[in-house]
């Protein structure tokens, strides 16, 4: 299922992210917000316990999430700064890291890291990178969840492509994608467009 999240504050950062004046500080910032606000979007779905507790006043019952049940998986590089805007959010969420790039010449996504924290697979994962073009290296982490028994994965990035929202759905029917846009498709180098240029080289200033 994809949901293309709509509101007019990330759609104002999505255009100042757009932007291609706007420096890397700024983009990792904007980056961070729109992950946070996604966040925030992708956390209708959890489920809470509801708990008696005192206020200053008095007795009463209020809801907890259980907040050791979330690992926010960052896909290198450009993931890293959506895992910061998720951990705002879900601050007591561990971190695990894939690393994957894309082949030059095929697009095909190279794995060269998978740390996850201990006890993972039971836990909800939130799987992050800004882009999904052909949604090779999305596709690729979530199987690499999945092969270690990972039930329960969101997907979060900012940009996707057509071609990626259907890879996804195709491989992974089970897991919901939340995108703040969808473009409308891929240039020759399999880049998004309109888009934002290359999310990983803007956030960490190395084009
Ligand atoms: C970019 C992007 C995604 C991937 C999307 O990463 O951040 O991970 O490409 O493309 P796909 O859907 O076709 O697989 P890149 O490979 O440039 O690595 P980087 O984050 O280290 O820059």
Do not use: W
Request: glycine content about 6%; charged content about 25%.
């Amino acid at each position: 299922m994809v949901h293309e999240i709509n509101n007019p504050i990330i759609n104002h950062k999505l255009a100042l992210l757009r932007r291609k004046e706007t420096l890397p500080k700024d983009f990792r910032a904007l980056v961070e917000d729109i992950a946070s606000l996604l966040t925030y979007e992708v956390g209708k779905n959890f489920e809470t316990q509801t708990i008696e507790i005192e206020t200053p006043l008095q007795s009463c019952r209020a809801e907890f999430l259980d907040e050791k049940n979330f690992v926010v998986v960052p896909i290198l590089r450009a993931g890293l700064a959506m895992a910061d805007g998720a951990l705002k959010i879900l601050p007591n969420a561990s971190v695990g890291h894939i690393g994957l790039y894309r082949d030059e010449v095929t697009f095909a996504p190279v794995e060269y890291c998978f740390k996850m924290p201990p006890h993972f697979s039971e836990k909800i994962l939130l799987v992050v990178d800004p882009m999904l073009a052909t949604g090779g290296s999305a596709s690729a982490a979530i199987q690499l969840l999945k092969n270690h028994g990972a039930k329960k994965i969101f997907f979060m990035c900012i940009l996707s492509a057509p071609r990626g929202l259907e890879k996804i759905s195709g491989d992974h029917p089970d897991v919901e994608i939340y995108t703040t846009a969808i473009d409308d498709g891929l240039n020759d180098s399999c880049h998004i467009v309109p888009g934002l240029g290359d999310a990983g080289d803007r956030i960490f200033d190395t084009l």
